[in-house]
């Protein structure tokens, strides 16, 4: 009799949601599509699933696509699974959305003057970080340097051109 009692009880236990946690896969390419799938244990089963951007709310259903995504989407993402008993949520996932450089600039120090060198500095957003820089003098097809900074000795308009594993840019 108490062995069916237990058995009985065992399988009309009531609980909040617990287990709680999101499944993402591979890297994340600004410009693709991302799935986000909140995965938890709930009985009685989930009613509400919920996804929070930071402390926003951003969503409900048990997956949630961002579709094109861009590096203003990335964050501290988190889902919250709901049921009559309680609720639960999940440890936050970081989004590290990936994106070739963009906004490339160059910057000068010193006043420009004929006849003495300015310092440029070429800079840019990107993520991963730029991996290489080359600096060009305009109507010159071979690169006159390298590296972030630049010291031209000559007049002329100079522009870079940066580039990580996901493309290049050049400066305007």
């Known amino acids: 009799f108490w062995n069916f009692l237990l058995f009985f009880l065992s399988l009309n236990y009531l609980d909040s949601p617990n287990n709680v946690f999101i499944s993402l896969s591979g890297e994340i390419v600004e410009g693709s599509s991302v799935n986000l799938t909140c995965i938890c244990d709930a009985n009685p089963p989930v009613e509400t699933y919920t996804w929070f951007n930071g402390t926003t709310s951003v969503g409900k259903g048990k997956t949630f696509t961002i579709s094109k995504i861009r590096s203003e989407d ?12 309680g609720h ?3 440890t936050s996932v970081t989004l590290n ?10 910057s000068s120090s010193g006043e420009k003057v004929e006849g003495i060198s300015v310092n440029l500095t ?16 305009e109507n010159e097809t071979s690169p006159v ?16 051109e940066v580039q990580n594993k996901l493309g290049s840019e050049r400066s305007a």
């Open 97 to 106: 959305v990936l994106y070739p450089p963009k906004n490339v600039s160059i």
């Open 74 to 85: 990335s964050g501290e993402y988190k889902c919250m699974c709901s049921n009559k008993v």
């Open 122 to 137: 070429c800079s840019s957003d990107s993520n991963p970080p730029v991996e290489t820089y080359t600096w060009f003098k």
């Open 88 to 90: 639960q949520n999940s």
């Open 145 to 160: 340097g390298s590296g972030q900074s630049y010291r031209a000795l000559q007049s002329g308009l100079y522009y870079c």
